[in-house]
């Protein structure tokens, strides 16, 4: 089984300004990595994700993570922020050949002017 | 659409009642997934679809919970003398392929029980 733990409930950041949403997980076997935004009354988006190959992910809406096996984490940045990125935003794992995600308890991310 | 459909986007419902859930995954999706968003809990997974037939329903949370797939699309949801513990989001999403991790999602049904 595996687990994520999403390490802020809450950022505030202002607009323009980087943003980086913290991710571990924890897993016995070898994993997918995800993240998906949720913007207000809406469903989960996909925004990137890490099956294999190159560490750094990049996705939709200028929006990059970085698989790192030894720390176990999958940490997710921008590197300037508008107010419609206000939302909140999941990490999830996957084990290969599994269609189960476990997701984190999410990060609130507020752009401020 | 293009997206996963859900409906109806709201249910308020009396505690002791019945209601159905309707997720329309993307047309030629092989894999729909049932999750449930509320707070507290997160995101649960309750259900897997390959096809039309269900090989995981460890999420369910209880006997008053059942869902069926036909015609390798449309999904309902029943929820079954609901209880005010089930208010939450439910989310369905699909993917084109089984075995596979949801993809895309839909925007949820939020049920209120009152």
């Known amino acids: 089984a595996q687990s994520v733990t999403q390490l802020d409930s809450q950022v505030p950041v202002f607009e323009e300004a980087p943003v980086e949403l913290r991710c571990n997980y924890s897993s016995s076997v070898s994993v997918y990595l995800f993240w998906y935004v949720q913007y207000p009354n809406q469903g989960l988006q996909l925004l990137l994700k890490y099956l294999s190959g190159s560490t750094l992910v990049k996705g939709i809406n200028g929006f990059e993570a970085e698989f790192n096996k030894s720390q176990t984490s999958f940490h997710l940045r921008k590197p300037s922020v508008h107010i419609s990125d206000t939302a909140e935003y999941f990490c999830a794992v996957s084990g290969h050949d599994d269609y189960k995600l476990s997701f984190g308890a999410g990060t609130t991310v507020t752009v401020r002017a | 659409g293009a997206g996963v459909s859900q409906s109806p986007s709201n249910k308020v419902t009396e505690k002791g009642k019945d209601v159905e859930l309707r997720c329309d995954p993307i047309s030629g999706h092989t894999a729909l997934y049932w999750y449930r968003q509320s707070l507290g809990q997160g995101l649960e997974f309750l259900i897997y679809f390959q096809g039309n037939s269900a090989p995981d329903k460890s999420g369910l949370p209880s006997d008053r919970f059942s869902a069926e797939r036909t015609g390798g699309s449309v999904s309902t949801l029943t929820i079954q003398r609901t209880q005010q513990e089930d208010s939450a989001v439910y989310l369905c999403?699909?993917?084109?392929?089984?075995?596979?991790?949801?993809?895309?999602f839909g925007n949820g049904t939020r049920l209120t029980v009152t």
């Open positions: 999403a699909s993917s084109p392929r089984q075995g596979e991790a949801p993809l895309h």
